[in-house]
Structure formats: structure tokens, C-alpha cells
């Protein structure tokens, strides 16, 4: 059974930084690419990043040059690090396995001053 578990999320002032965490398991995490998804109130889920079984990674337009994926495959985790923070960034943030139908709870980014 996949289990995917955000953390890290919480409450920052603009230009502020937090790092999310998401520990996986329930499928052998290194031969998967993971991604990070965010939604909005009243908004659609949309991906943010991307990182491959080699550690590509790409970005939406919206965050580069302030978020960064990464992954250890040895603990089973993905991170998103993210600076400069923008009241626009403020949703609950997702991690899911590209090609595996599975969400966790999210976790809660909350930008304002």
C-alpha cells in the first residue's frame, strides 16, 4: 500500500523560506520520478516540481530559481526546499510518484505577513 506523508508546511512571511518533506513507502521509491503538486482555495492542483530517478528535475515557470527538489533514496524521502516565498505560493502542497494514482494529506503553506 503506497503511503506518501507531507511535512514542513506552516505559516511564513513573505520572502521567508520553508523546506517540505515526504517520506514514501508502499513501492520502491528509487525506481520512481517524484513530484511536488500544489492547490490553491478555489483553485486547481498543478505541479510545481519534478525529479527523476537521475535527479533531473524541472520546475513551473512560477517558482524557478526559488524552489529546489531533491531526493535521498536511502531514506525514502523527497524535499522541496523553497525561498523567497510569495503570498502566491500559499496552498497545500502534494507529493505523489509520477505514474502512481496515490496522494498523501498535503501540507499547509501559508505566506502572509
Known amino acids: 500500500q503506497v503511503q506518501l506523508v507531507e511535512s514542513g508546511g506552516g505559516l511564513v512571511q513573505p520572502g521567508g523560506s520553508l523546506t517540505l518533506s515526504c517520506a514514501a513507502s508502499?513501492?520502491?521509491?528509487?525506481?520512481?520520478?517524484m513530484s511536488w503538486y500544489r492547490q490553491a482555495p478555489g483553485k486547481e492542483r498543478e505541479l510545481v516540481a519534478e525529479?527523476?530517478?537521475?535527479?533531473?528535475?524541472n520546475y513551473v515557470d512560477s517558482v524557478k530559481g526559488r524552489f529546489t527538489i531533491s531526493r535521498d533514496n536511502t531514506k525514502n524521502t523527497v524535499y522541496l526546499q523553497m525561498n523567497s516565498l510569495k503570498p502566491e505560493d500559499t496552498a497545500v502542497y502534494y507529493c505523489?510518484?509520477?505514474?502512481?494514482?496515490?496522494w498523501g494529506q498535503g501540507t499547509q503553506v501559508t505566506v502572509s505577513s
Open positions: 508502499g513501492f520502491t521509491f528509487r525506481w520512481y520520478a
Open positions: 525529479i527523476t530517478t537521475g535527479d533531473s528535475t
Open positions: 505523489k510518484p509520477v505514474g502512481i494514482r496515490s
